[in-house]
Every structure is written in C-alpha cells, then in structure tokens.
C-alpha cells in the first residue's frame, strides 16, 4: 500500500493535481488560525510579569524560528528521496523550500534582534543559538546560489540535494543549542517533555500562530512546488490538459510523465 | 482598553510592531513570491509545448 502511494505521489501529474486541490484547504485554515492567534496574541494574552507587553514579540518569532527549522528539514528530506529514488517530485518540493524557508529564516533573526534589545540590552551578540541560525540563513541562501550556478536543472537538483543534506546537521545544533552550552537565549517554552512554562492565555495564541504559521508553508510549497514540477517536465500530454492548453492535438509526443522507481 | 493603551504595546511599541509589520511583509511578499513563480513555469510551459508545433516543428 504505502508503495502504491509512493508512486502516484511521485507521478507529476498527480502531484500537480493533488497540489492544486489541497492548496486552498491549507491556505483558508492558515488566515483563520492566523487572524485568531493575532486576536489572542495582541489582544487576550496577559503581559508578561517580567517582560510587559515586549514578550508579544513571540506570536511571530517563535513561528518563523519553527518554520526556519522545519522548512530545511523538509528541504533535506525532500531533496534525499530525490537523490535516491530519482524522483522529480522531491526534487521539486526541495527546490521550492528555499526561498521560503530563507525569508522566514530573516524573519527570526531580525525579530529576535528586535526582541533582544529590550530585553538582553543588545541587538546581536555571537551566542550559540544566534549564530546557528545564522548559519542556517547562510545555508538556505548557499542552496540557492548552488542552484542559480546551475543551469540545467537535473544537474542543480543532484548539486543542491548534496548541499541540503549535508547541511541538516546544524537543525539538531540550533534546536539544542540553548541547553548544550550557555545561552542568552531562553530554553524552549512550548517544544519541550512536560508541561510547558507558559499559562494557557499565553500558550493557545502561540499555539494557532505555530499552526497558522505551518499551513502557511504548506500552502507556499505547494504553489511553488506546481511550478517546479512543470519546470521539470518536457512535452508531456498531461500538461496541456493541466494548463487548459486545448487538447493534445498529437503534436508533440506525450510519452509518460511518470517518474518514479520502478519496482 | 482603550486604543493609545494598546498601540503603546507598555513602552515596547518601537519594537514590537516593526516586528508584527515585517512579518506581514515576509508573507505578503511570499504569497506574491510563489504565485509570480507558478505563473512564470506555467507560462514557460505553454511556450514549449504550443510554439514549436505552430511553427511548424516536429
């Protein structure tokens, strides 16, 4: 079963498909979770005892920072089945995560600058959680580069999945970096074994915008993701038909677009 | 709560709402990001595989 699943997921049409449907049942819960995080965040939460009202900073660091994480681990998983199996669907998916994990990435830091300035009395110090996160700024834009180096773009997927995966390395680093050595930044509050640190009025905002945050991404990835795939094909059938181009009218030859490992 | 209260974020307003602002530029600017990359790649696409046949290429 999860063989057959494999398969059609890493069929182009398929995915294109599949994309174009699930797009909106991911974005439209995205601006609804949204909107009531911001709502909770902004307007319901108590300040905090000890960082006022600056600790509402949090309902969009935290979930860029996620999503810094997330996103590359994706990236790297992605571009992994894609150096594997040799399937343009991954490899689509991979190359479609870097600009968005980059900018997210950005986001994190110059929010948890702007965090940082009240509240350790300094816009950047070169502490190990800051610097990890920098570095995966740093990796994001690599992959990028790698890949606009590239022109032909099975060569820029094999080059850049090399890159990814290695990379993946500094995910763990980031994540624990807090707890390995000393840190100016705080222990995670949410993703952590037992109970978090956080009242439920403060915790259930974050909570929706970590949530509105992800269904965000999955609906970028799955935009992007469509594009990459057609960038992938070549004069297949099942692209006219996709595209409204009027049906195949036996001109160019519609051989399969399916690409995935054969048993 | 009255809106001045509000928008004072209690003397953190200078730095909590840049932040609220670029994350709202950050997505702006991704969702017109992806849906400019989807259209270029399916209007590429179009162009592969409709100008060859009407120019009369194999």
Partial sequence: MAWVWFHKFGSPPHFYRLATRLTPWVAWPALLL?????????????????????????????????????????????????????????????????????????????TGMLWGRPMWGTYWEWDPRLTSELLLL????????????????????RASAVLAIVGVVNVPIIHYSVIWWNSLHQAPSVMKFGQPTMPASMLIPLLLMLAAFTLLFAALLLTRARGEVLRRERQARWMLEALGGGAARGGPSAKGALVGPSP | MNLAHFLAMGGYAVYVWPCY??????????????????????????????????????
């Fill in chain 1, 34 to 110: 949204g909107l009531a995080g911001l709502v909770g965040g902004l307007g319901l939460a108590p300040a905090d005892y000890q960082q006022g009202d600056g600790f509402r900073i949090i309902y969009v660091h935290a979930p860029a920072a996620w999503l810094s994480l997330m996103v590359y681990v994706v990236m790297a998983v992605s571009a992994a089945v894609g150096l594997i199996w040799r399937m343009t669907v991954a490899h689509a998916v991979a190359a479609s995560c870097a600009p968005i994990g980059a900018s997210f990435t950005a986001l994190a830091l110059v």
């Fill in chain 2, 21 to 58: 602002a670029l994350a709202a530029l950050v997505i702006g600017l991704n969702i017109a990001a992806a849906r400019r990359s989807l259209r270029s790649a399916q209007r590429a696409a179009r162009r592969r595989l409709e100008i060859p046949r009407e120019a009369g290429t194999p």
């Fill in chain 1, 138 to 157: 740093f990796l994001y834009l690599g992959y990028m580069g790698l890949r606009n180096a590239i022109d032909d773009v099975p060569r820029a997927d």
